[in-house]
């Protein structure tokens, strides 16, 4: 039975994505389910992806063009790609919640940057490690690891907003834009309002704080400048 973490569609990669892209690479695609969908309303695109688990994986290849299976990090599996490829440089890349289970997502982001071509979108989901949630759990003296989320005892490297653009930056990427990803919006909000006390007494830039707090995930979008 395929679990619903590997068969969903992320809305809000969804709807940023360009019409009309050539090529698109996806990193842990999953069973596939999100470059599916781009590819019902895009049918002449060719949609690769990387998926560790092989359960997955045997799913994902029957929706997209080409699924490569393994770790992403590890140079073979890059190079079945590169083979693959034949040198065709994609116009849209795909992180949906994935950088944060390599061991070096900074040398990777800047890696698949090579095989874009100019002016070619990356759009990525990154939880968000200053959730207010997170933040109260370390007050209490809790940091406690799960199966799934933000915690996910998977997640190898853990980032801010302003640490996940740096990435970015660093390896030559433009950064555009980056939206929060809210869940539980009413929580969310007695959270925040409850943090507004602390934030004055603090001194504080209120409104970056909050931002920071209410996010769950970002969603960044950034663009090769070649």
């Not at 688990?53 to 799913?59: F, P, R």
């Not at 982001?109 to 095989?115: T, W």
């Not at 809790?142 to 799934?148: G, H």
């Amino acid at each position: 039975m395929t679990s619903i973490y590997y068969d969903n569609v992320n809305p809000d990669i969804l709807d940023r994505m360009p019409k009309g892209a050539g090529l698109v690479i996806e990193v842990g695609v999953g069973a596939g389910k999100l470059g599916h969908t781009y590819m019902q309303a895009n049918p002449g695109c060719t949609y690769c992806g990387f998926e560790y688990v092989e359960e997955m994986a045997a799913i994902a290849r029957g929706r997209l063009s080409q699924v490569f299976v393994g770790d992403v990090e590890r140079p073979e599996v890059l190079s079945e790609y590169d083979q693959w490829a034949e040198g065709r440089q994609a116009d849209l890349l795909i992180f949906g919640d994935v950088l944060e289970h390599l061991k070096d997502p900074w040398a990777f982001v800047a890696g698949l940057r090579q095989r874009m071509r100019p002016g070619g979108m990356c759009i990525a989901c990154i939880p968000n490690v200053a959730n207010w949630a997170l933040v109260m759990g370390q007050l209490e003296g809790r940091w406690t690891y799960a199966d799934s989320g933000l915690l996910d005892r998977t997640h190898l490297r853990f980032f801010t907003l302003d640490s996940a653009v740096d990435m970015f930056k660093q390896a030559g990427w433009t950064v555009s834009q980056a939206k929060a990803r809210i869940v539980n919006a009413d929580e969310t909000r007695k959270a925040l309002e409850a943090f507004d006390p602390l934030i004055e007494r603090l001194g504080l830039p209120r409104d970056k704080v909050r931002r920071n707090l209410g996010a769950f995930q970002w969603v960044i979008e950034a663009k090769n400048p070649g």
